[in-house]
Structure formats: structure tokens, C-alpha cells
T-cell receptor, first 115, second 115 residues
Framework: AQSVTQLGSHVSVSEGALVLLRCNYSSSVPPYLFWYVQYPNQGLQLLLK??????LVKGINGFEAEFKKSETSFHLTKPSAHMSDAAEYFC?????????????FGKGTKLSVIP | SQTIHQWPATLVQPVGSPLSLECTVE??????LYWYRQAAGRGLQLLFYSVGIGQISSEVPQNLSASRPQDRQFILSSKKLLLSDSGFYLC??????????????FGPGTRLTVT
């Protein structure tokens, strides 16, 4: 069965500082991995996805993530935080076979940006 | 382009009353459809998913039910609401994994408060 673990339920960074949100996955098959962002009282928006084409994936709003098979990680980064990045971020992994219709989500990391 | 709608946006209902939340998708055919719930301080919980008209898979036994009367319409219902049904309900869609789609796209959500 697939699972994801997001390290840190809350992360605070200063405006202009590096953003690093951690995600580790467990999967018995080559995974498809995703990062989503959720602003207050809104639905989830897809930031980026890894589908085995390239290990460094660029997404919207200046975010990127690197797939590291040896570390079973898919951490999300952004070089310089903006106030508008304050939101909750979810890492997700797809299932396989009959379960490939489903995504397994991490518990989320709330990002605060300090002016 | 594809669009997903949910209504109502907010709902306040007394305990024991019925519930009907609706989700519709535009711009795609035969989507997979999903209902999730986010309770306060908790992550995403998959409630139901559907791969076709009349095909519903339940992930969590509870007093909720789902129906898919049309290809792009997904309805979440309850005959008698419980206090524990309060939360943020999200509908999502995806294309078939056989079409290369694993990511899900989310609607704006419905905030349900049971009083």
C-alpha cells in the first residue's frame, strides 16, 4: 500500500527566504507523486506532478520538487517565499492497479510567511 | 477547458436533517469522480469515488451516501445528519489512469456546519 509522510505540520519562513516542505513516500511500485496547495476555504490546486519523465519537476508559482528514489523523498522547494505563499500544502501519491484511481494524501503542512 | 462546480458553498443544517450536496464537471467525458471530507484540524478523507454512471465505491462506512445519476454529476447525501458530519466537503475529478491521468482536480468545496 502507498503512503506519504509530511514532516512538520507547521513551517514558518521569512519573506524572501527559502521554502522547503518535506515529503517522504512509501510505494511498492514506481510512484506518481503530487503536490497540492490549499488556500483558506478553497479547494486544492495542483502545484506539480512527478510521472517518471524527469526527476526535477517545475510547477506553478515558482515551486519545484525533486524526486529522489534512494531517499524515497519528494520535497517541495521555492527559492524565495512571498506572502502569497502562505497556505496549506499536501503531498500525495497515486495507487497502483485497481487503486490507481485513488490518491493517498499526507496530513498537510501549513506554511506561514513572516514579513 | 474543464471546470468543476460545487453547491452550495456554505450550509448550516440542524442535527437529524437531510443533506444533498451537488458536484458537476464540465468539459470532459466519463471522468472519475470523488467526494472528500476535511474535518477541522484533520487531513483529507476519501468518502466515495465513482468510475462511471451508477458505479459508486464507498471508502468509509457512515451515514452518508453518494449517487451518480449522470456522467458528470455526483451527489452526496444523508438522510439524517450528525454533528460529526460537519466539515469541508470537496469534490474532485480525474481522467482514467489508462489515459495517463492520475492527478485529481478539485472543486471549490462546501462548508457544512451541523448544529
Amino acid at each position: 500500500a502507498q503512503s506519504v509522510t509530511q514532516l512538520g505540520s507547521h513551517v514558518s519562513v521569512s519573506e524572501g527566504a527559502l521554502v522547503l516542505l518535506r515529503c517522504n513516500y512509501s510505494s511498492s511500485v514506481p510512484p506518481y507523486l503530487f503536490w497540492y496547495v490549499q488556500y483558506p476555504n478553497q479547494g486544492l490546486q495542483l502545484l506539480l506532478k512527478y510521472t517518471s519523465a524527469a526527476t526535477l519537476v517545475k510547477g506553478i508559482n515558482g515551486f519545484e520538487a525533486e524526486f529522489k528514489k534512494s531517499e524515497t523523498s519528494f520535497h517541495l522547494t521555492k527559492p524565495s517565499a512571498h506572502m502569497s505563499d502562505a497556505a496549506e500544502y499536501f503531498c500525495a501519491v497515486s495507487g497502483s492497479g485497481a487503486g490507481s484511481y485513488q490518491l493517498t494524501f499526507g496530513k498537510g503542512t501549513k506554511l506561514s510567511v513572516i514579513p | 477547458s474543464q471546470t468543476i462546480h460545487q453547491w452550495p458553498a456554505t450550509l448550516v443544517q440542524p442535527v437529524g436533517s437531510p443533506l444533498s450536496l451537488e458536484c458537476t464537471v464540465e468539459g470532459t467525458s466519463n471522468p472519475n469522480l470523488y467526494w472528500y471530507r476535511q474535518a477541522a484540524g484533520r487531513g483529507l478523507q476519501l468518502l466515495f469515488y465513482s468510475v462511471g454512471i451508477g458505479q459508486i465505491s464507498s471508502e468509509v462506512p457512515q451515514n452518508l451516501s453518494a449517487s451518480r445519476p449522470q456522467d458528470r454529476q455526483f451527489i452526496l447525501s444523508s438522510k439524517k445528519l450528525l454533528l460529526s458530519d460537519s466539515g469541508f466537503y470537496l469534490c474532485a475529478w480525474s481522467v482514467s489512469p489508462r489515459q495517463g491521468g492520475y492527478e485529481q482536480y478539485f472543486g471549490p468545496g462546501t462548508r457544512l456546519t451541523v448544529t
